[in-house]
């Protein structure tokens, strides 16, 4: 009982400490840098401490069954600690009589004992036996001197005693009259709990693969995700994620109306469904419903289940991204992360990327959109002068603060360089089948020297969500050669892409940078590599001793070698009988042997000296 009360009460302790004391904000992401980020900051809290964070199923269930396991041990404790007989024998207790009894008290109380246990009264009474056992060492031990004295030297009456450990049973496991309702219940929980539960860890656990998604989520990316789907697909092909298969399929009828109504807001801007599945109908609807920025309209049901979506949108998204890999679609990656970076910021593709700052709406777009600079996207918005920032009329001074620090200081403004080289090469060309590298360099120019990055700005999105980029490189094809999400978080951040350099010629390739949770901030360069010829190489002349190193046996061959000298001798020793009858065969083979091991060593002499000579001819006629 106590391997099972030990651990949990531990988990127990830990939630609690979570919940009141343990976490920060920063460990929750309930980071405020703006007071649209507030909002989202105070949910974070109220979702990650608290008594909200107790309320848990499996949590109250546990402490549950720990606080009655706690109960039924702490009353064994007392039990065995009072009437136990390892702790202590003590025979005035066991006899009902004070320490000054004489001899007439000690039997009489033993014969009124005697009566009531022993054992021809009580049959099949293995209680009533023990305490027969009990009374009778206790009457031995004050009556008999020799045993008196072993009592009062080694606290039991037969004297010194070696240790020795049992376990105690209830006496309901040991009635006769109960073995059949203990046996039933032994083979319940060998027989059918305990494999019950194997085969429940199993069977669930055996449907995830990479990055805790399922397998049959990345059979449908496989089977949905094209050469060049569009990003108005994805998330029709996100809802048939096989994570919200139980929780995105209709129930009741008053679910199937409010999903309805929503498609109808939701409908000019999505695109024309695939299937017609309701799990994916639904899903899409409250993705569509996310996207567009509409989710005032849910139902508390309906926004617990796109939370859910949202939640496990990240390792999602980076699952469609592996599956593009694979599949070497270029255009269709590039469109996925384009996709995670609208779910994080609840932006569609028609949107402009100005609606990523805090209380912009499309009013205020309109605005910028008239002005004469025409800033209409994220980067030519920041490197207007602050007074001609268009837009901002309406705010008051603390959003215009806001909206200036989210500008300078949150979202990145990076700088991406990129240079090709080959590791240990004596000059900058590269040759075919060179290991070549790519060096990326990100620079996050608006963030201080020693400063780390933060996570990313994006208060609609109910989650924490890190700031990363994604390195891409691929050919004008649009075939992938590499592709790697980078999450460092200093002001400098390096990737090294390293391939094989192709055959001889002159190659241009696309390297692509994206936010995973920015819009508008992605950079695009060409990468050019020229490979040459490598016969124009120096030969490559292996050492001497390198080659000697060749012909060395490696520690395997040694040991494999020491093995069959073991097995020859062994062998030897078994057929030492045999020697004697093949002595005169085995002296002549030996012979022949020799003869014709001492003709190939003259043979072989002869050719080095003819290969001598013409050695020196070469060498005497330059």
């Not at 600690?81 to 003590?90: A, P």
């Not at 520690?555 to 093949?582: I, K, P, R």
């Not at 002869?606 to 013409?614: A, M, P, Q, T």
């Amino acid at each position: 009982m106590s391997f099972y009360l030990v651990p949990s009460w531990y988990s127990i302790l830990k939630r609690f400490y979570k919940a009141f004391l343990g976490l920060r904000d920063e460990d929750i992401g309930a980071v405020a840098r703006t007071a649209a980020e507030k909002r989202k900051a105070d949910k974070l809290k109220r979702e990650s401490k608290g008594l909200n964070t107790l309320k848990a199923s499996g949590f109250l269930i546990n402490l549950a069954v720990t606080v009655v396991l706690s109960i039924v041990f702490v009353v064994l404790l007392q039990n065995v600690s009072t009437d136990g007989e390892v702790n202590s024998f003590d025979p005035f207790q066991i006899l009902g009589i004070d320490e000054d009894a004489d001899t007439k008290a000690i039997k009489k109380a033993y014969r009124a004992l005697s009566l009531v246990y022993h054992p021809d009264k009580n049959p099949n009474n293995p209680a009533a036996e023990a305490t027969f056992q009990k009374v009778a060492k206790a009457y031995e031990c004050l009556t008999d001197e020799t045993a008196k004295e072993n009592w009062r030297l080694y606290g039991n009456p037969d004297g010194k005693q070696a240790l020795a450990v049992s376990i105690g049973l209830p006496s309901i496991l040991l009635d006769t009259d109960n073995r059949n309702f203990v046996l039933v219940i032994y083979l319940i929980f060998m027989v059918v709990l305990i494999p019950y539960g194997v085969w429940t860890y199993y069977s669930k656990s055996s449907k995830f693969g990479e990055k805790d998604v399922m397998y049959d989520t990345y059979s449908w990316y496989h089977h949905t995700l094209g050469e060049n789907t569009l990003i108005k697909s994805l998330p029709e092909f996100f809802a048939g994620s096989a994570e919200f298969r139980q929780c995105n399929m209709p129930k009741t009828q008053s679910e199937k109306e409010e999903i309805g109504k929503i498609m109808s807001t939701v409908r000019s801007n999505m695109q024309k469904p695939k299937y017609n599945h309701p799990v994916l109908v639904k899903g899409n609807v409250l993705l569509h419903s996310h996207l567009l920025r509409k989710t005032d309209e849910l139902s508390a049901s309906a926004l617990e289940d796109l939370k859910y979506m949202l939640r496990t949108s990240g390792s999602l998204v980076d699952a469609m991204i592996s599956v593009c890999q694979y599949q070497e679609n270029l255009a269709t990656a590039l469109n996925c992360i384009e996709f995670g970076q609208m779910i994080t910021q609840a932006c569609w593709v028609r949107d402009s990327n100005l609606l990523q700052l805090p209380y912009f709406t499309a009013q205020e777009i309109k605005h910028v959109e008239k002005a004469k600079s025409k800033a209409n996207d994220i980067k030519s918005y920041r490197t207007l002068a602050d007074d001609q920032k268009k837009g901002m009329a309406d705010f008051t001074g603390e959003q215009k603060d806001d909206i200036l620090r989210c500008l300078n200081d949150v979202i990145p403004d990076i700088t991406v360089e990129s240079k090709v080289f080959v590791d240990d090469d004596e000059d900058d060309k590269v040759y075919e089948g060179d290991l070549c590298t790519i060096q990326v360099t990100i620079t996050r120019n608006n963030l201080r020297d020693g400063a780390k990055v933060g996570l990313a700005h994006a208060p609609r999105f109910p989650y924490p969500r890190q700031e990363a980029w994604w390195v891409c490189l691929g050919t004008k094809e649009g075939k992938i050669i590499n592709i790697e999400k980078v999450s460092s978080t200093g002001k400098v951040v390096e990737h090294k892409i390293k391939f094989l350099a192709p055959r001889v010629g002159t190659y241009e390739f696309d390297l692509h940078v994206k936010s995973n949770a920015y819009i508008g901030l992605d950079e695009k360069q060409t990468v050019s590599l020229t490979t040459l010829d490598n016969s124009v190489l120096p030969e490559y002349k292996i050492h001497p001793d390198d080659a000697e190193l060749d012909d060395e046996p490696t520690l395997f061959e040694e040991m494999l070698n020491a093995n069959v000298e073991q097995d020859s001798d062994s062998d030897d020793d078994s057929d030492s009988d045999d020697e004697d009858d093949n002595a005169k065969t085995s002296v002549a083979d030996r012979k022949k042997a020799e003869m014709l091991k001492a003709r190939k060593a003259a043979a072989a002499a002869g050719d080095d000296d003819e290969d001598d000579d013409e050695v020196e001819e070469v060498y005497a006629e330059k």
